[in-house]
């Protein structure tokens, strides 16, 4: 059950687009949002504790906008409070998930520059591979996959009563989603097998199908058209084929930086720690 949304914010349109996406789903499921700013000092300058202190107050300003303009747009905001920490993106946001209790992180994909590698990029990247929660990269044009499609994509080593799937389930319930179960299959010696639809997903809209492909992403994307989707559910795991697409560019080109689609990235384990 989803409790408590993390949800990153370097005040730019995009990534408060993610703010707001999280604000409407923490509505629907009563749970609470922490709308969370990081920020960094520069290690060249003479003054520091002088320029952290400006960089902070100007980060509180920031966030008062942020939060007025929230308000204004009837939001939720009981649900809300805000952070400022100083951190790098990445290492702050887990730590700051493991500490306060995180169920979910909700993030935008582009940031203050409008560029996908500036704010999502390599931060990002490593905040979806340390986290510990799951981490739901928040689509530009449609933030929330109302009665839109899902696709699940697994291999053939996937155990899925391993994986915490609560996160993917509540989405597609909440927002009356069918889930498109989809095995990429590189290897054409053996026949794949169907996807086995885990009894917790009892009572949603689903399917199961499997593509023979070594083109993992391009198969993915060619199933989303076909089936009208907007979001993507991957499994990140130390051990599998997604293991090396998060660690390559290739992810962040063709797939994370797409901006019409959702992508939630689930762990094959899932705790909290102190």
Not at 15 to 28: G, H, L, P, S, T
């Given at each position: 059950?989803?409790?408590?949304?993390?949800a990153?914010?370097?005040f730019?349109?995009?990534?408060?687009?993610?703010?707001?996406?999280?604000?409407?789903?923490?509505?629907?499921?009563?749970?609470?949002?922490?709308?969370?700013?990081t920020?960094?000092?520069p290690?060249?300058?003479?003054?520091?504790?002088?320029i952290?202190?400006?960089?902070?107050?100007?980060?509180q300003?920031?966030?008062t906008?942020?939060?007025?303009?929230?308000t204004?747009?009837?939001?939720?905001m009981r649900?809300?409070?805000?952070?400022?920490?100083?951190?790098?993106?990445?290492i702050?946001?887990?730590h700051?998930?493991?500490?306060?209790?995180?169920?979910?992180?909700?993030?935008?994909?582009?940031?203050?520059?409008?560029?996908a590698?500036?704010?999502?990029?390599?931060?990002a990247?490593?905040?979806?591979?340390a986290?510990?929660?799951?981490?739901?990269i928040?689509?530009?044009?449609?933030?929330l996959?109302?009665?839109k499609?899902?696709?699940?994509?697994?291999?053939?080593?996937?155990?899925?009563?391993?994986?915490r799937?609560f996160?993917?389930?509540?989405i597609?319930?909440?927002?009356?989603s069918?889930?498109?179960f989809?095995?990429v299959?590189?290897?054409?010696?053996?026949?794949?097998?169907?996807?086995?639809v885990p009894?917790?997903?009892?009572?949603?809209?689903?399917?199961?199908?499997?593509?023979?492909?070594?083109?993992?992403?391009?198969?993915?994307?060619?199933?989303?058209?076909?089936?009208?989707?907007?979001?993507?559910?991957?499994?990140?795991?130390k051990?599998?084929?997604w293991?090396?697409?998060?660690?390559?560019?290739?992810?962040?080109?063709?797939?994370?930086?797409?901006?019409?689609?959702?992508v939630?990235?689930?762990?094959?384990?899932?705790?909290?720690?102190?």
């Amino acid at each position: 059950m989803i409790q408590h949304i993390i949800a990153p914010t370097d005040f730019s349109e995009n990534a408060n687009k993610a703010v707001r996406a999280a604000i409407n789903f923490a509505e629907d499921l009563d749970a609470s949002v922490t709308i969370l700013h990081t920020y960094t000092v520069p290690s060249s300058t003479g003054m520091l504790m002088s320029i952290e202190h400006m960089i902070y107050e100007e980060a509180q300003k920031e966030m008062t906008k942020l939060v007025n303009r929230l308000t204004n747009e009837n939001l939720n905001m009981r649900l809300v409070k805000t952070d400022i920490i100083r951190d790098q993106v990445d290492i702050g946001v887990c730590h700051y998930s493991r500490r306060h209790n995180g169920d979910l992180i909700m993030m935008g994909n582009k940031g203050q520059s409008n560029v996908a590698s500036v704010f999502f990029g390599s931060n990002a990247r490593n905040l979806v591979q340390a986290a510990k929660v799951p981490v739901w990269i928040v689509s530009e044009v449609n933030p929330l996959p109302e009665k839109k499609g899902i696709i699940f994509a697994v291999d053939h080593h996937e155990q899925l009563d391993r994986v915490r799937t609560f996160p993917l389930i509540e989405i597609a319930r909440n927002y009356q989603s069918p889930i498109h179960f989809l095995k990429v299959d590189t290897d054409d010696s053996v026949k794949a097998d169907l996807v086995e639809v885990p009894l917790s997903f009892k009572g949603l809209e689903t399917t199961s199908t499997v593509v023979e492909s070594e083109h993992i992403i391009q198969s993915i994307e060619q199933f989303a058209e076909e089936k009208d989707v907007d979001m993507i559910c991957l499994i990140y795991k130390k051990r599998n084929w997604w293991k090396s697409l998060f660690t390559d560019s290739i992810i962040d080109e063709n797939l994370f930086n797409k901006p019409h689609f959702n992508v939630l990235v689930l762990k094959e384990k899932f705790k909290r720690e102190s």
